[in-house]
């Protein structure tokens, strides 16, 4: 059974881009707008993963990290986070609530399979 | 990528308008965290996913705002109506530049610099961000894109000290550091000893802590970049000291790598003075230490083979132009295996007393004996294996011949030409294959007149693959010619007499009816092929080899054969069954599943030998009744089911005993004629077993069956012939 990524993202060209990317390269995706998306639809599925940007409405990427890992089945899935160059306070502040690593966008489609092939094998 | 583009476009022109309206909200209770953060929420998308789709300009020139409105976010520029104006402003010009990318340089320049300008002097009014911070954070994140590609160090190995410490708490990041060890495999040659020093008592484990640390040694082509880059997520979440050890360049004093002391003071787990007074002594250095108390005995076992690395590098580097293998006459080789082969027997008559007298001693010699034995056949099975590079290499000859004979162009690409096979299986394969690729060449690939009308390139091409698969080895013919067609061949089978006009076949069914003695679809006889000795030979031949063929193709767009071979043919991993008190074996490979058959089940089938497997119908052979044994099944036989060309066949036995190491002995020349017997083994006890060959079983039960049916029922015409166990 191919792994499941969730991909967490306001900007629907990101997901679309993230998704993309992903199924063609064999996992399954599950999309969420934010945070509080995100939580809402982590119980009906079993992650593998999850990949989410960091400024985002209702609960940003820091948020749902955090209630992420005091989930009992995303507690040690990987969890990357997305930033900008700008953001090196939140990629800091990510890392705290338990990011497991960070894209920096902008990015190619290559280096995302890169990035979750090296946290998730 | 276009569709991407176009999406963002649309998302743009959605947040663009959102962020007029925020602006205007803004403008009226300039204060608001609420309104502020969904502006510049919107910034920073356009921004991140400008960047992202190919809009760099609208990325560098929203960067600048996002900037300003992050300030605003965090109380150091409060919102006044120029900064809105400015910003109103600034969405125009982001709008333009979007839908602007196909007409270049219509828009003008100066508005933009302007803009850009009046954000950068709120900027300067208090601290402007440091911009060696961020270019740092942007080379880091380069680092981890260009890894891959790094620049290789001229091809020179050089050999690194690893040590990855990693906190406590590592796994709570989502991090596993198997992944991590294995990224450092991918690069180059790698000794990896985990140090279990800090491993509390079990009582004391929290299995949610990491408390081991490893030892790395590696040597590599590449730098030590591209080393940091494996562990740049968890830079610092851990210890990490990379040292270089060996530079790749000194081959003289081979084994002569610094001492083991020297090593563990180098790595600072020991003080040199220390060292000296222990040296004094005259024991091991190794387990002096440890003795001591001085170092655990993990941080000497990574010492030691660190230094054991490094002497087989430096080794391999001096001995490369030596001789690196020796010739050896092949009779000398196969009396090797078949005395191995005796020894598998004796080992296993050993193993089986030991179990009877259940002496400790025994055991442990019967134990360590068995050990040996599986090692030394598994070194004796790896000394017959050949690459199969030799083979294709000749077949390269032939295609040139043949195309040049035919007047077509065809180029022969091979690949997995390293997979090795079994000598006997290599030599015994050449006349299947040669067959093979003349049928690719002959009737498969188009002349290239045709080829250029069927919007092909002229010339043709056939691909010759092998690769393993577990206890297989995959080989595949494939040729990008005119493919099967399944009528033409159906057709050809009815003139033959081979199938009934009327008979129902799956495409599978007719592509193995070229497989049959005496079928050939050349309309002419040419020198190259035609004869209908072909594919019958091929069949023969592989099947001799234990393997099977398949055969997958399209009309015009080519046709691909996979032959799977087993990779030895002197030994085999069996299950061994029993019928009464005699014993057979069955070839693992073919075998699925064994299930248990009641005298219940057989009662509800009516008297049918089918069974019920899993929602699948499969037909079954009772081989008591087929071998003719005497006296009655138990109450509860066993089913072991076999996928043989495709379709399940079960075989009824009264009892699994197990797997076992088959060696394969060939029966003498007065059981030739028994097909169903494949060959035959020596068991632990001293009995002999046959090795039962499932699919000549599953043919000889189905002859039978027809021929009992055209008995009873001789009017009705059969529908099918080959390879359907549809009854």
Not at chain 2, 460 to 477: D, P, Q, W
Request: glycine share 6%; aromatic share 4%.
């Amino acid at each position: 059974m191919s792994k499941v990524i969730m991909t967490v993202d306001d900007s629907a060209s990101v997901r679309q881009m993230v998704s993309f990317t992903l199924r063609d390269a064999g996992y399954d995706v599950v999309e969420a707008v934010d945070g509080q998306d995100a939580l809402a639809k982590v119980d009906n599925q079993a992650l593998n993963m999850v990949i989410t940007d960091l400024n985002m409405p209702n609960l940003d990427g820091i948020g749902l990290i955090r209630a992420l890992r005091s989930l009992p089945s995303c507690k040690f899935i990987p969890i990357v986070m997305l930033t900008t160059e700008s953001q090196v306070e939140k990629k800091q502040e990510g890392k705290a609530a338990g990011a497991t690593g960070w894209i920096v966008k902008p990015f190619k489609p290559e280096q995302l399979i890169a990035v979750v092939k090296k946290v998730l094998g | 990528m276009d569709t991407h583009k176009e999406a963002f476009k649309e998302e743009a022109h959605e947040l663009l308008s959102e962020l007029e309206t925020a602006l205007l909200e803004l403008e009226r209770t300039p204060s608001d965290p609420e309104i502020i953060g969904r502006v510049f929420r919107a910034m920073h998308t356009i921004k991140g996913s400008g960047a992202m789709f190919g809009f760099d300009r609208v990325a560098a020139f929203t960067h600048d705002v996002e900037t300003v409105y992050d300030r605003v976010r965090n109380g150091k520029i409060t919102v006044t109506k120029p900064l809105i104006d400015l910003t109103l402003s600034a969405c125009d010009e982001i709008l333009k530049m979007i839908d602007d990318t196909g007409q270049g340089e219509a828009q003008d320049q100066s508005i933009t610099d302007r803009i850009t300008k009046s954000f950068r002097d709120m900027l300067l009014a208090p601290k402007t961000p440091s911009a060696a911070e961020t270019d740092a954070e942007t080379d880091t994140a380069q680092a981890v894109v260009d890894a891959p590609e790094a620049p290789a160090m001229n091809g020179r190995e050089v050999t690194y000290r690893i040590r990855f410490c990693p906190e406590p708490g590592l796994f709570s990041s989502g991090t596993n550091p198997v992944l991590l060890l294995n990224e450092l495999r991918d690069l180059g040659t790698c000794d990896i000893l985990a140090n279990t020093d800090g491993i509390p008592f079990l009582s004391d484990v929290d299995p949610e802590v990491c408390y081991t640390a490893w030892d790395i040694i590696l040597t590599t082509t590449r730098d030590e970049n591209a080393i940091r880059d494996v562990f740049i997520f968890v830079e610092d979440a851990c210890e990490l000291n990379i040292a270089v050890i060996d530079d790749g360049r000194q081959t003289e004093a081979a084994s002569d790598y610094k001492k083991l002391g020297q090593i563990l003071v180098e790595r600072g787990d020991l003080n040199a003075g220390a060292l000296k007074t222990v040296l004094d002594d005259r024991k091991r250095i190794g387990s002096l230490l440890v003795d001591s108390g001085l170092v655990s005995n993990d941080q000497v076992q990574a010492a030691l083979a660190e230094q054991q690395h490094i002497r087989e590098k430096r080794l391999k580097r001096q001995t490369v132009e030596s001789t690196a293998s020796i010739r050896v006459p092949a009779e000398k080789l196969d009396s090797l295996v078949n005395m191995v082969g005796e020894l598998v027997t004796v080992q296993s008559r050993l193993s089986q007393i030991s179990a009877r007298f259940n002496d400790l001693s025994l055991i442990q010699v019967a134990e360590e004996v068995e050990r040996l034995t599986a090692e030394l056949r598994d070194n004796t099975m790896s000394i017959r294996m050949l690459p199969i590079g030799a083979t294709f290499s000749r077949f390269e000859r032939l295609v040139r011949d043949l195309s040049t004979e035919l007047g077509k162009e065809i180029v022969l690409n091979t690949e997995g030409a390293e997979t090795e096979l079994d000598k006997t299986v290599i030599e015994k394969l050449n006349d299947p294959l040669i067959h093979i690729i003349r049928n690719s060449i002959d009737h498969g690939i188009e002349k290239p007149e045709v080829r250029k009308a069927a919007g092909k390139p002229a010339q043709g091409t056939v691909h010759l693959c092998a690769e393993h698969s577990g206890a297989n080895v995959f080989i595949r013919i494939s040729d990008d010619g005119a493919g099967l067609d399944t009528e033409a061949i159906r057709a050809k089978a009815v003139e033959k007499g081979l199938i009934a006009s009327d008979a129902v076949l799956s495409e599978k069914e007719i592509f193995s009816l070229t497989l049959m003695p005496g079928f050939s679809m050349a309309k002419t006889i040419t020198n190259v092929s035609g004869r209908g000795v072909g594919m019958d030979v091929v069949k023969k031949g592989i099947d001799a080899l234990q393997g099977s063929i398949e055969m997958a193709s399209r009309k015009g767009a080519g046709t691909t054969i996979t032959l799977k071979l087993p990779l030895t043919m002197a030994i085999i991993d069996g299950l061994l069954v029993q019928i009464d008190d005699v014993r057979y074996i069955m070839p693992l490979a073919a075998i699925e599943e064994c299930v248990e058959l009641t005298r219940d089940d057989v009662s509800r089938a009516h008297g049918k030998h089918m069974a019920s497997i899993r929602g699948e119908i499969v037909p079954y052979i009772r081989l008591r009744e087929m071998f003719t044994h005497g006296g009655s099944a138990p109450a509860i036989e066993q089913i072991v089911t076999a996928r043989l060309d495709g379709s399940r066949v079960g075989f009824v036995v009264d009892q699994v005993v197990g797997q076992h190491q088959t060696v394969i002995k060939s029966m003498s020349r007065m059981y030739r004629d028994i097909e169903h017997v494949s060959g035959a083994t020596i068991l632990g006890d001293g009995n002999v077993a046959l090795i039962l060959d499932l699919a000549k079983l599953a043919q000889h039960a189905e002859a039978r069956e027809k021929q009992d049916r055209s008995e009873q029922e001789s009017a009705t015409p059969h529908r099918t012939r080959t390879g359907s166990q549809k009854k």
